[in-house]
Structure formats: C-alpha cells, structure tokens
C-alpha cells in the first residue's frame, strides 16, 4: 500500500529552477482558461471566477470569495469521486466530460510537488490538500484529508506548495484542493504538478512549512553544543557524527578537528514565524556530545554536511560566566525572601538520553546580576537520576524528564536583589528576582488572560490592545438550544444536526469563557470563579478594584471578584426559569476557521444536567457570600 506523506515549504516565484531537477507532470496559469478545472459553483454566498488579468498587473487568475465564513475550493477531481455533494464550491475536472481524464501516476521512490501562485484579502488561510490512491485502485489507508494553510492575509503573491513522498509503493494523485477556509478572497494562478526523480523530503509529515534555517546556536556544557533548526530537515543524517566537525585555532585539542562521540536529536511542535500552520511544524534540536571538553575564552568552529542547511559552518565563542545554559533552571519570575528556594541543574538530548553533568556537579554560585560577585556558594545534589522511571502507582514520585535532575538548594539565602545561578563549565541560568512582590507580574497577566477568553465582550483601548468586536450574541448568530446533555452519546447528534435535538427554547447563550481555540464554554469553567473567590477570601486587602483594568474596574468590587462574576452570570443566563436546572454549556458544533468575533458557525446550547446545576449553584453560594460582605 502507497504510504504518501504530504510535507511541504515555501519556493521562490515563477520560473524558479527546484533542485533536483523536477519534471513538470501539469501547469496551468489560467491565461487560456481553467484547464483541467471546471467551474461548479453551488449557494449564494461563495462565488468564485476567473477574473480579468488587468485587475492584477497582467496576472489572469481564479477568484475565490466567500463572506460568511465557509469553506470555499478550487478543485481538480479525477473521476472516482461522484458522491453526492462533493462538488459544492468549486472547480472540478470530471474525466467523464470529455477532458483529458486522466490522473496523475506516482512512482515509488520519487517525490511530487503540488504548486500554486497564491494572493489572499482578510482570509483566514488558504491551504492545499492533495489525496493519494495506490496502484491497485484503493485509497491510501490512512491518508488524511488535511489542509495546510498559510499566513493570513499575504496580501503579495507568493508560493503555497505541499509535497508528496512515495515511500512504499506506485499511486495516482487523484485530487487537489486549493481552499479558502474562513471568510475572504483569495486568487490563485500557476497550479504545478512536478516530479522529482529522488526522495528528497525525509520528513514525514503534512502541511506548509518555512524553508529550513538554523535558529539558535548554544553549549549546554563544555561537553555539549546544542543547535536549533526550523523546517524540513534532513534528521536522519543530522543525527550521524560523521556529518559535523569542531575545530579550533585557539584549542590544540580541536586543532585537527573533532566530531562527536555520539549526536543525539530532539523534536518539539514549533510555530517560528507567526503564522498560520494546521500542519505540524516541527523545531529540531541536534545535539553534539564531544569526547574532549571546550575551554572557557576560546573559539571554535562547528562545521556541518549534508543536513540540509546552507549554512556549512559557523563560529562560537564559550564563556562559561555568560553562557546562558538551558541545563540551569530557576524559577524565572524568582522566590520570596522567606520561601525555600532551589534552581535545578539537568538535561535531555533526546535520542542521546541524559546529559551526563556528573563532572560539573561539584560546586554552584549565586551571583548579584549588578555587581557580578557571588553572594553563596553550594554544592548540586543529585535529587533524582533519570531511570528512576514513572510507573501507575508512582507517578508523583517518576523521573518525567529524562535527566540527571541535580538539585540546588540556596534557601538560606533572603537579600532581596536581581540575582542568576552560576555552574562552572556548564554556564549562568537567566536573571530572577527575591522579592515580596515577585508574584504580581504573573497573578496581573494570568488575569487579564481571563478577559480576552471572554466570549460575547467587545475589547478595545483603554481595556486591550488587542481589538475584538463582540462575538457570538444573536441575532447575528443563530443559537440552538438542545436536549442533549453534554458528555452523553447523543453527542453526535449535535455534530450531524439531527433536527430531533432543538427544542423551542430561545436563549442569549453569549458569556463564560471560551476554552482553548473551539470557543466552548463548559461545565468545567465554573471552576474559574471557584478558584478567584477563594483567592479573594483567603487575602482580602491584596485584591483591591482597579487592580486589573477591566470594563468593570470602579464600581466599587474588587476586580477579582467581577472577574468571578462573568462565568456565574452565564450560568445563570443558562438557567432554567421554571425548574432551576442549568444548560451544561454552550458552543460551536464545527470546525472553528475564523476568530471568534468572525464565527458564524450556529451555536448549540446543551440540555439541563446535574453536575453542571450543582457546580453553578456552589459556585453562586460563593459569590453571594463575598458580595454580602462587600455590602452588595
């Protein structure tokens, strides 16, 4: 069975020569007409053309625009697909038309590109979605169909591309999509389907992705030089020791050049530029473990091969006093004077294991950040080794990083300043503070989170920077009440919107909060309210009004308080007036592919449910106690 693994990045504009020598399977630019495409366009809202080259510097292109939020396509179909409904929006190639017919024939071994020349307006992202059958006339088991869409709004004409890797066997590209998720207009030209004679994509993943660029360069000790990358890079032979050399000019010992004893790889979800990916994008962390140690004050040169990265070589400086070491962590907002205080000393290197530290674990320092003297000395403990593995029944006690985790306890240590943890041969951890205030930063930000999570609110200055229309309130939503509980099996039946779930019932279903990026609002979030009120019980004088900059700061309550109250007023807006029982939340029953002031997806408001009616009437309890005592 083909296994066909859509990774992609951006390449340059027309007429640009790909590496690797492609060979062109398809091009239309649309200046003689759609081509294989053929225009199907189906409800009022989306529309979609092809506009005259004038409006675009001579550049004749398909329009793509839908207003309302919903999906629009550009479609090219071979003709396996005649379900039903498949065909709403779009432009479509039907074989049976009289047209070429044909698909696309992959070989095992090569790689295939899926290009076009791509502009949008206000849209919330365009993306390209290519589907895979293998030889025998089956789809691909497995194969999503997933969009990958970019930056929203590139107003300039840019390359959107996605590509296919045949890893295990021949297929047809039977399909691709261009579409426009969310609201605006979108212009595409130069569609391209080329061929690659060799394998040259080894990741395996999905999506539009930034050209590979190393982003960050850093030792973790004298042992251990960490790089960063961004983009599709060749891991596998980044991972081979034979593909890097350190050499020195100041360092006999690197004179001749060194490679490293072993090289060990890391890969986290990343999202380096801003914009917007639904594929996965993934920041790779190679590191080189060296079998000599670096020497503080002298340079050396890294030098790569073969791991896709223009850049072959390049030059550090180690400094153990400024190294900033990813192994040292404190807390980075920093402890009270009277609280016990510990930084740790630890590393991973992912498919190296542990960072072995046992030679920098002899002493560490506390170092004023003004002065640069050391104000305590201690020595590292070792607080637990990195097999000491979780299991069920000792999950708080497991080792959950992968490390050495060696401990560094400066408790006794209370002279309020700006300080950072010092560790010879390894490097300096960031700058932290000993305060009695030092928790007001982060208790002031994670508040005001809370205000921009708030569905069916306007923001604007002097509130927030960040400018929001409300969203979410009829009548410019439709807002369907069901009797369905949240949580059971009907479930479903929300998303397949049986009509034998609403009921008659018209509710103002805007307010709590909005959870995650799917703009639900849940039985969980009475939580929240929960959580402040006991705050504010627990210390009174340390939450005054006008603390946070809210809409309701001056009238009169603490602002934690009128934070508490925005989710008990929702659930009691989710009331019902004659049984007293509460709705079990409210939201969207698909897909979110705008911001929440730009949703217009139809609202589903849960049926009446025990667990949520008990969570609003303990949680009001609470709110009527502290409002008694405020004189309210």
């Not at 089956?138 to 890797?165: F, H, K, M, N």
């Not at 999509?177 to 207009?185: D, K, M, Q, W």
């Not at 400094?319 to 807390?331: C, E, H, Q, V, Y």
Request: glycine share 10%; proline share 6%.
């Amino acid at each position: 069975m083909l296994a066909a693994l859509l990774c992609a990045g951006a390449v340059g504009g027309p007429g640009a020569t790909d590496a690797g020598g492609a060979r062109t399977l398809y091009s239309c630019d649309f200046e003689q007409g759609t081509g294989i495409f053929t225009l199907v366009a189906k409800g009022e809202a989306f529309a979609a053309s092809l506009d005259d080259a004038s409006a675009h510097g001579g550049r004749q292109s398909v329009r793509l625009f839908d207003p309302g939020g919903a999906d629009a396509d550009l479609t090219w179909r071979h003709e396996w697909d005649d379900r039903p409904g498949r065909d709403r929006g779009a432009f479509v190639h039907w074989a049976r038309d009289g047209r070429s017919g044909r698909s696309f024939e992959l070989r095992q071994g090569h790689t295939y590109e899926v290009r076009a020349y791509v502009r949008t307006e206000e849209a919330h992202g365009l993306g390209i979605r290519a589907t895979v059958w293998a030889a025998e006339g089956l789809p691909v088991r497995g194969q999503p169909e997933r969009y990958s869409p970019i930056v929203r709004g590139t107003r300039d004409w840019g390359w959107l591309s996605a590509r296919i890797a045949c890893t295990s066997g021949d297929g047809e590209l039977a399909e691709i999509t261009i579409a426009l998720l969310g609201r605006g207009t979108a212009w595409v030209d130069d569609v391209h389907v080329l061929e690659y004679e060799e394998e040259d994509s080894p990741s395996i993943n999905y999506g539009v992705y930034p050209p590979v660029r190393l982003e960050d360069v850093r030792v973790e000790t004298a042992s251990c030089i960490a790089l960063e990358f961004i983009g599709d890079l060749h891991y596998l032979k980044a991972e081979e020791p034979e593909n890097w050399l350190v050499e020195s000019d100041e360092d006999a010992a690197f004179a001749d050049g060194l490679r490293p004893e072993k090289v060990g790889r890391m890969k986290v979800l990343d999202n380096p530029d801003g914009k917007l990916y639904w594929a996965d994008t993934y920041r790779h962390t190679i590191f080189l473990v060296l079998p000599r140690a670096l020497q503080s004050g002298k340079r050396y040169r890294v030098v790569m091969t073969n791991v896709g990265v223009e850049r072959g070589e390049f030059e550090i400086l180690f400094d153990d006093r400024a190294n900033l070491s990813r192994s040292i962590k404190a807390n980075q907002y920093g402890y009270l004077p009277d609280a016990l205080k510990y930084a740790y000393l630890g590393g991973w290197l992912g498919s190296a294991g542990p960072l072995a530290l046992g030679a920098y674990a002899d002493e560490f320092h506390v170092v004023d950040a003004a002065t640069g003297q050391v104000v305590f000395s201690g020595k590292p403990e070792l607080r637990m080794s990195h097999d000491r593995h979780e299991s069920l029944s000792t999950s708080a006690l497991g080792n959950l990083t992968g490390e050495d985790t060696y401990e560094l306890d400066f408790s006794r240590f209370a002279t309020p300043g700006t300080y950072f943890v010092f560790v010879p041969g390894v490097g300096r951890s960031l700058p932290f503070r000993i305060a009695s205030d030092v928790y007001a930063e982060p208790f002031y930000h994670c508040a005001r989170a809370l205000l921009h999570q708030r569905c069916g609110i306007e923001l604007k200055e002097p509130w927030s920077k960040f400018p929001r229309a409300a969203c979410h309130r009829s009548p410019g939503v439709q807002i369907n009440a069901t009797i369905v509980e949240h949580g059971s099996e009907d479930q479903d039946r929300l998303v397949e919107e049986d009509p034998g779930i609403k009921t008659e019932t018209r509710l103002d279903a805007w307010g709590g909060y909005h959870d995650a990026a799917d703009y639900d609002r849940l039985v969980g979030h009475y939580r929240i309210p929960a959580s402040l009120l006991i705050l504010y019980e627990m210390f009174p004088t340390a939450f005054p009004d006008r603390q946070l900059g809210l809409p309701e700061s001056g009238d009169g309550l603490p602002d934690i308080v009128d934070e508490a109250l925005w989710q008990v007023e929702f659930g009691i807006r989710m009331q019902d007036p004659q049984d007293g029982g509460v709705r079990g939340g409210a939201g969207p029953n698909a897909v979110v592919t705008a911001p929440p002031d730009l949703d217009a997806n139809p609202i589903y408001v849960y049926g009446e449910d025990p667990i949520t009616s008990l969570s609003l009437a303990g949680v009001a309890a609470q709110a009527a106690r502290v409002l008694e005592g405020l004189g309210r």
